[in-house]
């Protein structure tokens, strides 16, 4: 079966001697028909096309292209509209990334307020705009907004290249107020800092106090006469390696005892204990084992 041919017609009043000229030349000729007292049609091979007009140039012969047939009927289609086909395979192509990638994130829901505290944990869960989408990812970013509070249900649906997230909150739950900062609990020194959304008041290696803020909700945009300020709730988590010291007083100076004030201690610890320090005082009679630990404390807002 010839897939690419030619459609030819050919004034002469002696077609069998054509027909047999060209059959010398190697050329194969497929559906001759006669369409006048000195025409005939017949369709070659889209490569002999060049040979037939050699062995017939148009100032001696009248040879007529009539179409292209088969598919050189359709390179010669992609061929005149190059452009057209170019637009046409880029719309195909993206309409098939369409279900790979998420151009915007909407939301909708009694919870809908809560879209600025959703949005950081969806993007850590992979699902935001200009990402790729995957069903694994929805699932964790669901679990991780229905955590939030009053939250009671949450779903990340995508069609075409929107993502909709719906969130429902239960209307006998209180809304918490959203907190605006965020403070130090304790004296200590900052270990690491994250903020996703607000203001950083302090960076790694920095003394605080208890009560002392660590982030702020007022965010200034801009430099000099052109800054300006906003309010918004603060997203952002933070480590403080902090101190404490105990005393316990013992009859003995050995191991055990050592033991014993170092677990009592570590009962009343606040938080992950990062380092201890123990040491020993007093007479045959008395002892006084001092243990002083370091702890980490992790604080957050809006998470």
């Known amino acids: 079966m010839t897939l690419f041919t030619h459609l030819l017609e050919m004034e002469t009043l002696t077609p069998p001697a054509v027909l047999t000229r060209l059959a010398r030349a190697g050329?194969?000729?497929?559906d001759v028909q006669k369409t006048g007292a000195a025409k005939v049609r017949f369709r070659v091979k889209s490569k002999d096309l060049r040979k037939v007009f050699a062995i017939f140039p148009r100032s001696c012969y009248t040879v007529n292209v009539i179409k292209p047939v088969g598919l050189s009927r359709a390179a010669e289609f992609v061929k005149k509209r190059a452009a057209l086909c170019a637009a046409a395979a880029v719309f195909a192509?993206?309409?098939?990334?369409?279900?790979?990638?998420?151009?915007?994130?909407?939301?909708?829901?009694?919870?809908?307020?809560?879209?600025?505290?959703a949005l950081p944990l969806l993007a850590a869960e992979g699902v935001r705009a200009f990402a790729p989408y995957s069903e694994e990812?929805?699932?964790?970013?669901?679990?991780?907004?229905?955590?939030?509070?009053?939250?009671?249900?949450?779903?990340?649906?995508?069609?075409?290249?929107?993502?909709?997230?719906?969130?429902?909150?239960?209307?006998?739950v209180p809304v918490q107020e959203r907190e605006r900062e965020l403070c130090s609990q304790k004296d200590g020194i900052v270990e690491s800092i994250t903020v996703i959304r607000g203001r950083a008041l302090v960076s790694e290696g920095d003394a605080v106090r208890q009560g002392q803020m660590l982030v702020s909700g007022t965010v200034i945009d801009g430099e000099g006469e052109n800054a300006a300020v906003r309010e918004t709730y603060p997203v952002a988590w933070c480590t403080v390696l902090c101190e404490s010291v105990a005393e316990y007083e013992s009859a003995e100076q050995n191991e055990a005892a050592r033991s014993r004030a170092l677990a009592l201690a570590l009962m009343g610890a606040e938080g992950e204990v990062?380092?201890?320090?123990?040491?020993?005082?007093?007479?045959?009679?008395?002892?006084?084992?001092?243990?002083?630990?370091?702890?980490?404390?992790?604080?957050?807002?809006?998470?």
Do not use: M, W
């Open 274 to 303: 990062t380092d201890t320090d123990i040491t020993v005082t007093g007479t045959e009679c008395a002892y006084v084992y001092r243990v002083a630990l370091t702890y980490r404390q992790t604080y957050s807002v809006g998470i």
């Open 137 to 172: 990812d929805a699932a964790r970013a669901e679990r991780a907004v229905a955590a939030l509070p009053s939250v009671s249900f949450c779903s990340v649906e995508k069609e075409g290249l929107v993502v909709t997230v719906t969130i429902e909150v239960n209307a006998e």
């Open 27 to 30: 050329i194969t000729v497929l």
């Open 93 to 117: 192509l993206l309409c098939a990334l369409s279900d790979l990638f998420v151009l915007r994130v909407r939301f909708e829901g009694s919870g809908v307020h809560y879209a600025d505290e």
